[in-house]
């Protein structure tokens, strides 16, 4: 009687399914949630005319570099803080923990002034956000290493760079990627946000249009493709976790 | 009145346990249902007032069978009869003790020994004198206030061993409650549990892997043997009582039982319970599956 | 309890970096290092905070903020637990079945729902709520599932064995055992919550701190900028730690209460406070979700009454002013 995968499928279908006809049979107001059907139209519309094509580019591209640069910048970071400098990460943990509570929107004004309008401001705003995550994901997953595997690594006579590279790293690379994944998840949040506010191009511009014109199919259109997005990018950062920390399934 | 249809004749039998079997139907995608006995043909009569404990491999349905006589479980096949009646389900008047301790962490020590009382709606008057006196029965006095995290585990089970008594049921069910204490506070509440037993007169049935710690608390064992469960032999333990605070344990005698019993658990190779079914049937049983 | 010297030195050590940031942010402007028009030194920021939190500015966006905060929060945890209740323990093959749905409407990006809200409940203080209620509606519902499924099964076997009732077995083991874990939820959600909401704020309101520090770049107002971040990070900062500490209390006092061998702890090291604390918590939520509430649609009909750029509910960032 137990056959998950059907029920998954099941409540997907009935999901879709009540989402269609709702708005049709006028139980919710299809003013304010339209039927599936039509967003569908709205969308295939839109990726005719290649709008959600650009605008998908424009916002993965701001997405991704402010990511890229986040890990550029916060590896690194992490690894010095956390690997060899105690005294130093006592010294800025505090400092850290303010400028991680720094909404970039906030700072968005000012960068603005610095970088003006343009695309590095805006991956600047995701780079910032992004970085903190990954920094303290970094900082916390070589603390953590396991001293009694440490122990017995050294034991083997492996050097320092030998005990970095193959015990430390590899035992860290699960709350790493944690990090990163959060990271991902707030990235996208906030560029949303951020191409609401003045932005000319991009997925969240397209969804404010929407709003502007009373085009509610466009929101709807716009939003699902930054949820596919968002989901797409968890799953294939899972996947690589799950490539790169294979022993962690024998953990869990 | 103990005069049932079933054989329980004798009026100072507590709990009678007749032909209990327990199946799982384990399911497998490929070949259908498969079924795992896990008890078979149990039978065991216990007087008022006795301890009785159950020996044998870990994880072969000891566990099971305390679940059924605790009614957290209904058994396939046969039927637990205390005081001449059929269990139906959990009720106070038996009390339970686990491995796990698991007590509240959220209430004092005084809380957690007054939860059966709660539910059993006794006015708040009359608990906090129950309460006191259990307490001091386990000499956890002056720790009334105090919560689980700030106790030792020996301590810690004293306040499950009160918290079951407080609530006054005339049956103990302990579940290898002292297989988490060091060596040296796991002999101490032996004593203890002796002691206990002494002043109250519960009828006791106590689960362990240990066979010194069955021969020296308990007045019969019964060895389990595996695959399916099953009682192999029930040996009398004929040593004098009281026996805590004694030197028993180095005594000739408690040596001969001990070697017997050990023979009786080698005597065939040892069967363990296949791993994989086991972890199967432990979600099967757990309470917290179903509710 | 006494400062030592070694806890003074770590204290100082700890503070050390922001003292250093404090001190640059101060020094370079005054140096002409950077521009003091862009970048004001810290004491000018600092002094136009102190104006605004003389004339109440400061004060009024905070309630306001708060108010919608807490608003939004306690919406989620109404939603969020009781349904995570009814998902973690009685229906959990529904919650099963619901899985992918449930982790897909999670990642639903708050800000392109808050047109759809706008739409909904109008410029209001719903959408707001809504928007922020979202955010941690998931956190709280997913933590709750969570942490009513792993209560220690030996705690549920002993309270059965004793018969109890159904609606005693989840008031009186269930819902407590759950609780650090549902609060892990909840902090999580409070974090997202700020994040967002200030967001939000700047975005399309007419109050609070988020629309403070939008309209003070509308009106080149640069210190006051400064001075409404400084306090947004430093408010963020001071409730995550508090939060941290609530929950790092709570989970030391559960832990220990099952399977840990091990000598006693120190006594009365963690007390739990007693139930006049909760009550009183409790209430003084009540009483600001109230009182809040008017003070908030108060703050709402002055702003009203004078439109202002900030009505407009997309603001364009304004270009850089010439040098």
Not at chain 2, 83 to 111: H, M, N
Not at chain 3, 49 to 65: C, E, K, Q, Y
Not at chain 3, 206 to 217: D, K
Request: hydrophobic share 50%; aromatic share 8%; net charge neutral.
């Amino acid at each position: 009687m137990n056959y998950p995968l059907l029920n998954k499928t099941a409540a997907v279908i009935v999901f879709l399914a009540l989402w269609e006809i709702l708005p049709r049979f006028g139980l919710v107001n299809p003013m304010f949630i339209p039927p599936l059907s039509a967003v569908l139209a709205t969308g295939l519309h839109l990726v005719e005319n290649g709008e959600l094509v650009t605008h998908t580019l424009v916002s993965l591209e701001r997405a991704f570099g402010g990511l890229l640069a986040a890990m550029v910048v916060g590896f690194p970071l992490g690894l010095v803080l956390g690997g060899g400098f105690p005294r130093l990460r006592e010294a800025v943990g505090p400092l850290m923990e303010l400028f991680a509570q720094a909404n970039p929107l906030i700072l968005a004004h000012i960068i603005i002034f610095f970088l003006g309008i343009g695309q590095s401001a805006r991956i600047f705003i995701i780079a910032w956000l992004c970085l903190w995550p990954i920094t303290f994901s970094v900082i916390d997953g070589i603390r953590s290493a396991d001293p009694l595997l440490l122990k017995a690594a050294g034991s083997l006579g492996l050097g320092r760079v030998g005990l970095f590279t193959r015990v430390v790293l590899p035992s860290s690379a699960p709350t790493i990627f944690t990090g990163v994944r959060l990271a991902a998840g707030y990235a996208f949040i906030m560029l949303i946000a951020s191409e609401m506010m003045g932005a000319s191009s991009g997925l969240g511009w397209l969804v404010a249009q929407g709003q502007e014109n009373y085009h509610v199919t466009r929101i709807f259109a716009g939003a699902a493709v930054i949820t596919t997005l968002a989901v797409a990018t968890d799953g294939l950062l899972r996947l690589v976790e799950r490539r790169v920390v294979v022993w962690k399934v024998n953990t869990e | 009145m103990a005069t049932h249809g079933d054989g329980t004749h004798k009026e100072d039998l507590k709990i009678v346990l007749k032909d209990i079997g327990q199946v799982y139907h384990l399911k497998k995608s490929a070949d259908g249902s498969r079924e795992f006995q896990a008890l078979k043909d149990i039978n065991l009569q216990v007087r008022a007032g006795e301890f009785v404990a159950l020996v044998g491999p870990s994880g072969c349905g000891k566990s099971t069978l305390l679940d059924i006589l605790a009614g957290l479980t209904r058994p396939s096949s046969g039927a637990v009869y205390i005081d001449g009646k059929e269990i139906t389900g959990p009720a106070l008047d038996r009390g339970i003790v686990l491995q796990g301790y698991a007590l509240f962490p959220w209430r004092t020590v005084r809380r957690n020994v007054e939860f059966g009382l709660e539910i059993k709606k006794v006015p708040k008057s009359e608990r906090r004198g129950i309460s006191d006196h259990f307490i001091r029965l386990v000499g956890l006095e002056g720790f009334e206030e105090h919560y689980p995290h700030e106790l030792s585990g020996g301590m810690k089970q004293r306040v499950a061993i009160a918290r079951a008594l407080a609530y006054d049921p005339e049956v103990l069910l302990m579940d290898e409650p002292f297989a988490a204490v060091d060596a040296q506070t796991r002999e101490t509440l032996q004593d203890e549990l002796l002691r206990i037993w002494d002043e109250t007169k519960k009828t006791i049935i106590f689960v362990t892997h240990s066979i010194d710690e069955a021969v020296f608390l308990a007045d019969r064992v019964a060895i389990f043997s595996s695959n399916p469960g099953t009682f192999r032999e029930i040996v009398e333990v004929d040593l004098p009582r009281p026996r805590h605070n004694s030197d028993i344990r180095s005594s000739a005698e408690f040596g001969w039982v001990r070697h017997r019993i050990w023979e009786l658990l080698q005597s065939r190779p040892s069967q363990e319970c296949r791993e994989g079914g086991n972890i199967v049937v432990k979600d099967a049983i757990s309470p917290s599956a179903t509710i | 309890m006494s400062v030592t010297g070694e806890s003074l030195r770590r204290f100082l050590l700890r503070w050390s970096g922001v003292a250093v940031f404090l001190a640059a942010w101060e020094v370079a402007p005054r140096l002409d290092w950077i521009d003091p028009y862009f970048v004001p030194p810290f004491s000018t920021v600092l002094r136009e905070a102190g104006v605004m939190f003389r004339d109440g500015t400061l004060g009024m966006h905070l309630v306001v903020s708060l108010w919608r905060a807490v608003a939004g929060l306690l919406t989620a945890i109404l939603i969020g637990m009781p349904v995570g209740f009814l998902l973690g323990r009685r229906l959990v093959g529904v919650e099963q079945a619901l899985r992918p749905i449930l982790t897909v409407l999670s990642q639903v990006n708050p800000f392109s729902l808050l047109p759809v809200f706008l739409l909904f409940f109008g410029i209001g203080e719903t959408a707001k709520v809504a928007v922020v209620s979202w955010v941690s509606l998931w956190p709280v519902m997913s933590f709750t599932i969570t942490a009513t499924r792993n209560v220690d099964p030996a705690q549920i076997r002993t309270a059965l064995s004793m018969g109890i009732s159904r609606l005693d077995l989840y008031c009186k083991v269930v819902l407590p055992a759950a609780l650090p874990t549902i609060f892990t939820g909840m902090r999580v959600g409070a974090g997202l919550t700020f994040l967002i909401l200030v967001a939000a704020e700047m975005l399309g309101s007419s109050a609070g701190l988020g629309y403070l520090v939008h309209n003070s770049a509308m009106n080149y107002l640069i210190p006051r900028i400064y001075a409404g971040a400084t306090f947004i990070v430093v408010l963020g900062f001071l409730l995550n730690r508090l939060l941290l500490h609530v929950e790092r209390r709570l989970s030391g006092v559960w832990e220990a209460g099952a399977f840990v061998t091990g000598p006693a702890g120190p006594a009365g090291a963690a007390r739990l406070p007693g139930p006049a604390v909760s009550v009183a918590a409790l209430g003084a939520v009540l009483i600001f979700i109230v009182f809040g509430g008017l003070e908030v649609s108060r703050i709402n009909r002055e702003a009203a009454s004078y439109p202002s750029e900030a009505l407009k509910h997309f603001g364009h960032i304004g270009q850089p002013v010439d040098r």
